[in-house]
Nanobody, 120 residues
């Protein structure tokens, strides 16, 4: 069984920073792509950032230059460093990891979500 545990969300003032983490555990054989999504009230689920197995990254236009995603393969963990936060970044953030276990073919797994609130 695979578990994804997110941490790092919270309340921050506009212009502030937060760092999200998402750690995968279980009988993991290989991890492929890792990504962050978010959903704000009344808005669609959107891809924020993704990082491939080779370390290449892709970002939503709205966060380019402000957010950075990285991964630590030894720890099965993906990070999202968020700088210059603004109120439009307020949302529940979810990590998504494509991985295979010792018994299950590659599959997407989701974290439980962590609330990020940007407010003065």
């Amino acid at each position: 069984q695979v578990q994804l545990v997110e941490s790092g969300g919270g309340l921050v003032q506009p212009g502030g920073s937060l760092r999200l983490s998402c750690a995968a555990s279980g009988s993991i054989a290989s991890i492929y792509a890792m990504a962050w999504y978010r959903q704000a009230p009344g808005k669609q689920h959107e891809l924020v950032a993704e990082i491939a197995g080779d370390g290449s990254t892709n970002y939503a236009d709205s966060v380019k230059g402000r957010f950075t995603t990285s991964r630590d393969n030894a720890k099965n963990t993906v990070y999202l460093q968020m700088n210059s936060l603004n109120v439009e970044d307020t949302a529940v953030y979810y990590c998504n990891i494509l991985l295979k276990t010792l018994t299950v073919r590659p599959k997407n797994y989701w974290g439980q979500g962590t609330q990020v609130t940007v407010s003065s």
